[in-house]
């Protein structure tokens, strides 16, 4: 009667009980990651609405922001995602020492990101900028600005609590490899977040 | 045996690599005064290889079972579609209504 069921799942989508064949834990994680870039499809679908029906003009980017700085924070956070994979790798070598080495690192990559992004955020905002107004253009690209860059900064920030624990824990060797990973897959998404962000939004 | 001695780390480095290449190639495309259209599609295009490589190598989705990837894939690519062709015809509409 097993089999029979087992073959019946098998025949229909080739998944058996395990369709994802992850753990429950990595599953949990992808379902929660779908929905999270959900959240960033409908913020930039919203963006591109606002430009596209916006009867003023849409300020030049590199006109506002300097195109160098927001490269160097992309470079960081691509870095930093680097890092963080070297440590999800020696995690799963069993290497502590090199796991911790990279997630610190990767803290260092994900801090420094923040500093920048506080750093361009008072620079507009001494500029004019506001939620509502800036003196570029279409007002509603102020508000553009600080939801997108808004949201992916306090998922940086949430990723770095995240990190930080997650580090502290595999120190000490209360963390298994898949904790470390999991982290890892977070990360990673607020990197490709960021690769959406900066094209449609720093570089269209 | 030559799996062990390899170095585990280098698809990391070798992503990382490839990824700020792409970076630096849409940054340049960016000062080359291309054709509105060119520059759009040029940026969309390689915005979703870069996508694709972090989601592939850094997240593994390369190694996980096709099922999942196929899930997160199709999960956001086709909701995030239909969004955008739903909001998109909208937002000409605004404008004409503006401007009449």
């Given amino acids: ?204 | 045996m030559a799996e062990a001695r390899r170095n585990p780390y280098r698809i990391y480095w070798v992503t990382w690599g490839i990824l700020l290449v792409i970076t630096l190639a849409m940054l340049m495309a960016e000062e080359l005064h291309l054709p509105r259209w060119f520059l759009v599609v040029f940026l969309l295009a390689f915005m979703m290889v870069k996508a694709t490589m972090i989601g592939g190598n850094f997240m593994h989705l390369r190694y996980e079972k096709r099922n999942l990837a196929v899930m997160v894939f199709a999960g956001i690519m086709v909701t995030s579609l239909i969004l955008f062709l739903y909001i998109a015809p909208e937002s000409w509409s605004v404008l004409e209504k503006i401007h009449r």
Avoid at chain 1, 18 to 32: E, R, V
Avoid at chain 1, 148 to 177: C, D, E, N
Wanted: aromatic fraction near 16%.
């Fill in chain 1, 1 to 204: 009667m097993q089999d029979a069921h087992a073959a019946t799942m098998e025949a229909h989508w080739g998944g058996g009980a395990a369709p994802f064949g992850a753990s429950w834990q990595k599953t949990m994680m992808w379902i929660f990651i779908v929905t999270d870039a959900l959240l960033f499809s409908g913020l930039l679908c919203a963006y591109g609405f606002l430009r596209m029906a916006s009867p003023m003009v849409w300020p030049k980017q590199s006109e506002v922001f300097s195109i160098a700085f927001i490269a160097l924070m992309t470079f960081i956070l691509i870095t930093s995602s680097a890092t963080m994979g070297t440590a999800v790798g020696a995690a799963k070598l069993g290497d502590r020492k090199t796991t911790a080495r990279f997630l610190f690192l990767t803290i260092l990559g994900g801090a420094a990101f923040l500093g920048c992004q506080a750093y361009e955020w008072t620079h507009v905002i001494h500029e004019g900028m506001r939620l509502s107004s800036n003196p570029w253009g279409a007002p509603q690209f102020g508000a553009a600005f600080f939801v997108l860059t808004g949201f992916h900064g306090t998922h940086v920030f949430s990723g770095l609590v995240i990190l930080l624990i997650t580090a502290i824990r595999s120190v000490v060797g209360k963390t298994p490899a898949q904790g470390v990973e999991l982290a890892g897959l977070y990360w990673h998404f607020v990197d490709l977040v960021w690769v959406f962000i900066f094209t449609l939004f720093y570089l269209l």
